[in-house]
């Protein structure tokens, strides 16, 4: 067991844990208010780019988690 | 959702998923173990975004609130039955297709194709764009 002082400095005490989730929230909130997404029509190219990881991004998860199940 | 929604939500501005995702108010789910690996492959993703690295480390900041986290218990106890259903298609898809059935959702969020395999099942395939559109 670490020292309290050295928990509360890492942040591991119940109120820091808390205000830390607090401020998190608001930074997102106020992150999401300044910002304007006007979405457009994804080509075929970008979803080929997408894809592209995706597909590495899910054979690694298979291959990584589930194929020795 | 799979991991295509959140790739692409890193990788252009005025990306629809990012929209889907922070604008719309629907709920959003994936499996804890495909988070990890798309954080796995974020150099690649930094590499081909239009995002500036901070812009980019943001978006991932705000997605992390918006999407919900399918425990890896409940995507194994339905894993069997996703293999089964997306077998003939794309074995990898299934943890998705598990994830899916263990909130019970209605639909896959994809831009992977495979997905329509989910329709012969009782669930949709949606892409971004579908869900704009609804």
Redo the contacts between chains.
């Keep these: 067991m670490l020292p309290d002082d050295i928990m509360a400095a890492l942040g591991e005490s119940p109120e820091k844990v808390i205000l830390r989730a607090l401020l ?2 608001l ?2 909130r106020r ?2 208010q300044e910002e304007e ?6 080509t075929e190219e ?2 080929r ?3 592209e ?2 597909k ?7 291959r ?3 194929e020795q ?1 | 959702m799979n991991t295509s929604i959140m790739i692409s939500a890193l990788m252009k501005k005025r990306s629809s998923a990012y929209y889907v995702l922070t604008r719309l108010e629907h709920e959003y789910f994936t499996p804890a173990y495909a988070l990890m690996e798309v954080f796995e492959h974020l150099d690649e993703i930094e590499r081909r975004s239009e995002l500036a690295p901070l812009e980019l480390f943001e978006r991932l900041f705000i997605l992390l609130e918006q999407i919900k986290v399918v425990g890896e218990d409940e995507v194994r106890a339905h894993l069997d039955e996703a293999i089964e259903a997306m077998g003939e298609r794309d074995v990898r898809d299934a943890p998705f297709l598990a994830a899916l059935m263990a909130v019970g959702g209605d639909a896959i969020l994809s831009y992977d194709e495979d997905f329509s395999e989910v329709e012969r099942h009782g669930y949709r395939w949606l892409k971004p764009s579908d869900i704009i559109r609804l």
Excluded: G, H, T
């Excluded at chain 1, 997404?37 to 994804?42: G, K, L, N, Q, R």
């Design positions: 998190e929230r930074l997102i992150l999401l997404v006007e979405p457009e029509p994804d970008e979803i780019a997408v894809l990881i995706d590495r991004v899910k054979e690694a998860l298979w990584e988690f589930y199940r």
